[in-house]
C-alpha cells in the first residue's frame, strides 16, 4: 500500500508565496519521477512541474517558469514546490504525482496520485 499526503495549501494574496509538500509512504522500493499537476474549475488538469529521481530532469509549464521551483528530498521521499509570486490564474487544486515500485519483481513503476491541495490566490 503506498500513499502521497500533500501539504501546505491555503489562501494567499497575488504576490505571495506558499510552499507545497507531498510525502510518499508505504511499501517503497524505488521512486522515478515525482512531480505536481493542478486543476481549476471546469478545467482539465495540467502538469505544473515534474522531477527525475536524481533531481536533474526537471520540466516545468511555461506559465510557471521562473516563479515555482520543484526539488526532491529522495531520503524522505519527499517533494517539494515552491510557488513564488503567486497569480489568481494559480488558484487550483495541487495533486502531487509519483511514479513507484513496490516490489523489487515490479518491472514498471505504478502511477499514484495525492489527494490534492487547495491553493487560492485572492486579495
Known amino acids: 500500500q503506498v500513499q502521497l499526503v500533500e501539504s501546505g495549501g491555503g489562501l494567499v494574496q497575488p504576490g505571495g508565496s506558499l510552499r507545497l509538500s507531498c510525502a510518499a509512504s508505504?511499501?517503497?522500493?524505488?521512486?522515478?519521477?515525482m512531480g505536481w499537476y493542478r486543476q481549476a474549475p471546469g478545467k482539465q488538469r495540467e502538469l505544473v512541474a515534474t522531477t527525475t529521481s536524481g533531481g536533474g530532469g526537471v520540466t516545468a509549464a511555461d506559465s510557471v517558469k521562473g516563479r515555482f521551483t520543484i526539488s526532491r528530498d529522495n531520503a524522505k521521499n519527499t517533494v517539494y514546490l515552491q510557488m513564488n509570486s503567486l497569480k489568481p490564474e494559480d488558484t487550483a487544486v495541487y495533486y502531487c504525482?509519483?511514479?513507484?515500485?513496490?516490489?523489487?519483481?515490479?518491472?514498471?513503476?505504478?502511477?499514484?496520485w495525492g489527494q490534492g491541495t487547495q491553493v487560492t490566490v485572492s486579495s
Open positions: 504525482n509519483a511514479g513507484i515500485r513496490s516490489t523489487w519483481y515490479q518491472q514498471e513503476p505504478a502511477n499514484y
Open positions: 508505504g511499501s517503497i522500493v524505488s521512486i522515478s519521477t
